[in-house]
């Protein structure tokens, strides 16, 4: 399988199986709209008639021998060897958890998925034995994994810190017994930062989230305080201030895009102004009759908002102003391993999170939803045929995903979305995969001038 386009004046072709990008000429594009595998041994008479009002008919025959070779090299029209892999995507040991400290937030944010924090059911934090005993949990179901990861998630976590940073210190002093390393993360709104949660977070903290989504004007038209002021106004000092000690570490700033800011890239260029330069904003997900629900009569103009940023991103990087968009970071010279590249973000198998009352969910999107609650940790329960399934939810098993180009860069998409718009967790979310496929595109082409710039064309 290949994939074809045109963008920025480049006309690219991806070869699915392998992940080979090619930027070619007009003839060799024109050509592989009329020939596919099996070769013949020349290039039909019919398809050299058809090119021949635009090209001469030595250079059809000629073009056609280096597809051959190309296809003959396993170059082009690669085969799928993945699928060999899909065996091996079983129920595998807990890697990563999402910690529910908080079951409530300071903010009212209208798009929120969680309904404002509480997930519609009350408001809450977690105590810190039953934060111990999640961590437990996951200590003791990693097998011989090392390696652990732990996002303090809500609603707010900071509404909980104290429970926050004793967790850390527990799970700190456990790490040698099991021989394993914690690595903790943070998700904030940042309204309620403070010269000592910042000091800990960039201590403690291998990663920190820090939601804005952009724009004043934007920002707080979704993002709304209790009291009525500006959160845009209380959270950007806070962030640049963190940013700007965390030095080398990782951190984010993650914003939303709604049907309310399709011009979203001068959102994410605002962010690189303000001084951050590991930036995320992508698009709203939820019921369509929202007014302010991205539809599919607005994919046009998402597409276009696209092709923008990337045109602005290339120029800021030939200016020597570099920064990373999350959403356009792809690696195309080898990429994650097979079964990653497969499954995805391993949900409901190799990542569970955990509620203030002890519940297991595949994933925080999936907190409330009582067909997907996998256990609790105060009693013991685990649904392991639960676990099982998930491990099932590979691009194999999903229809739409196993024919489609993309299927090894996003690995079937988001359970959590599928489940809550399309009923099925093996079932794609439409407007999710038509914007997935776009970044796509534009990440490629992103790759492929760097490259022609790197070689001097």
Not at 129 to 158: C, I, M, Q, W, Y
Not at 352 to 370: L, M, N, R, S
């Amino acid at each position: 399988m290949i994939h074809k386009y045109k963008l920025n004046g480049l006309n690219i072709v991806l070869d699915v199986n392998s992940g080979g990008v090619h930027v070619v000429d007009d003839m060799t594009y024109d050509l592989l709209d009329n020939v596919e595998p099996p070769f013949a041994e020349e290039c039909p008479d019919n398809v050299v008639q058809k090119l021949m009002r635009f090209y001469r008919k030595e250079d059809i025959l000629s073009c056609y021998e280096e597809i051959k070779e190309l296809y003959n090299e396993q170059i082009l029209f690669s085969p799928d060897d993945y699928e060999r892999f899909a065996a091996l995507s079983v129920a595998a040991p807990i890697k990563a958890m999402c910690l529910l400290v908080a079951m409530d937030c300071n903010l009212r944010c209208d798009y929120c998925f969680a309904g404002t924090g509480d997930y519609c059911m009350g408001r809450k934090v977690m105590s810190l034995e039953t934060g111990k005993k999640a961590l437990d949990f996951l200590l003791e179901n990693s097998g011989t994994r090392e390696h652990l990861e732990v996002d303090f998630f809500g609603g707010e976590p900071l509404l909980n810190w104290k429970v926050v940073k004793a967790l850390v210190e527990y799970g700190r002093s456990r790490e040698a017994e099991f021989n394993k390393k914690f690595r903790f993360t943070i998700t904030t709104n940042g309204t309620l930062l403070d010269e000592e949660k910042m000091d800990f977070i960039n201590r403690e903290m291998s990663n920190v989230v820090m939601s804005i989504d952009g724009r004043k004007d934007v920002n707080d038209r979704m993002r709304h305080r209790l009291d009525g002021k500006s959160s845009y106004d209380r959270i950007v000092p806070s962030y640049l201030e963190l940013a700007k000690r965390r030095g080398f570490k990782e951190y984010y700033v993650r914003g939303t895009y709604t049907k309310y800011n399709l011009d979203f890239a001068d959102d994410v260029f605002h962010l690189r102004e303000l001084g951050f330069d590991q930036i995320s904003v992508e698009p709203v997900v939820c019921d369509h009759d929202e007014p302010y629900a991205i539809t599919e009569k607005d994919l046009p103009a998402v597409f276009r908002e696209y092709e923008r940023l990337s045109a602005m991103i290339l120029d800021n990087d030939r200016a020597g102003k570099h920064f990373n968009f999350f959403h356009f970071m792809i690696d195309l010279d080898q990429g994650p391993c097979a079964i990653k590249r497969l499954r995805g973000c391993g949900c409901g198998n190799e990542y569970v999170a955990v509620t203030p009352d002890g519940e297991i969910y595949p994933c925080h999107q999936f907190v409330g939803k009582p067909d997907y609650l996998m256990g609790n940790i105060l009693t013991g329960e685990f649904n392991k045929e639960l676990k099982k399934k998930f491990a099932g939810t590979h691009i194999y098993n999903k229809p739409d995903c196993k024919v489609c180009w993309a299927r090894f860069y996003c690995s079937g998409g988001c359970n959590a979305n599928n489940y809550e718009y399309m009923g099925d967790i093996f079932k794609s979310h439409k407007i999710s995969c038509e914007i997935e496929k776009k970044r796509l595109e534009c990440a490629i082409m992103i790759k492929a001038v760097h490259a022609m710039d790197d070689q001097g064309e």
